[in-house]
């Protein structure tokens, strides 16, 4: 069903970030698309709030580290509202291990999801987004911290940076934006496991602004870098970390 609506593709959106992000676009009158690979109940259920607060959402289910699969999340979101705006790249996992201790599952798991993942979603985008879309991926501010532990999911980050620079050069024609978010520590459950209090202090103490970040805090980035007064702004990477690095 076509739609005049705008319309937003946030991948891994049912929970965390994501789904911060999602309410956010949704709120910013964008209709805005669920996506997850599993877990179906907590992407219906965000969706029945979004609409229920008088937004526009769908859930989807596609594995990003799929390229068909991302193919047809582009199908069904185009079936939907008509065509493809905005589109986030969130999806990600942050599985961490010394390099020495890395396992090859692990390592390609990790690329798969994260790098690959992302690469999909360019790759379709740059095919079918409508002109002046915006794309923005997820990045991380351990690019730039380094800390032990970190070596594969970083590099997956790193990865993303480099190919969002590119991208935004190929389609200027179009007038489509790419750009990148590099959040620092946000608590949500992906951050939180398996550490405990002494681990989060010290990390808090790093930050000038005295606290961790919360996916609210990053959807507002989203929503400018996808709103009108963000249209200038490509081929660039914002760290949202609240001064950590």
């Not at 005049?4 to 789904?19: C, L, N, Q």
């Not at 109940?41 to 390229?67: M, Q, Y």
């Not at 990790?110 to 740059?126: D, H, V």
Request: charged share 20%.
């Amino acid at each position: 069903m076509a739609s005049v609506e705008k319309s937003a593709i946030i991948t891994g959106s049912s929970k965390g970030i994501g789904a911060a992000v999602a309410q956010r676009l949704a709120a910013d009158g964008l209709a805005v698309v669920i996506n997850y690979s599993s877990g179906a109940d907590a992407a219906n259920e965000l969706v029945s709030k979004i609409r229920s607060s008088g937004g526009t959402a769908t859930a989807i289910k596609a594995d990003v580290s799929d390229a068909a699969a991302v193919r047809t999340l582009f199908d069904q979101t185009e079936q939907a509202f008509g065509g493809v705006d905005v589109l986030v790249n969130n999806a990600g996992i942050m599985k961490l291990s010394p390099v020495a201790e890395t396992t090859d599952e692990l390592f390609d798991q990790t690329i798969a999801i994260n790098l690959k993942g992302a690469f999909n979603g360019m790759r379709e985008a740059a095919k079918r987004m409508r002109e002046g879309g915006r794309i923005v991926s997820f990045s991380s501010s351990v690019v730039g911290l380094y800390q032990p532990t970190y070596g594969a999911y970083a590099a997956t980050k790193a990865g993303i940076q480099a190919m969002s620079h590119i991208l935004s050069k190929e389609l200027g024609k179009k007038k489509i934006t790419v750009n990148v978010i590099a959040p620092g520590p946000v608590a949500t459950d992906l951050f939180m496991k398996d550490k405990t209090d002494d681990d989060i202090k010290p990390i808090v103490g790093r930050t000038p602004l005295g606290r961790l970040g919360e996916p609210a805090d990053i959807a507002r980035v989203i929503s400018f870098l996808v709103g009108p007064d963000g249209a200038w702004i490509n081929g660039q990477v914002l760290r949202a970390n609240g001064g950590i690095i």
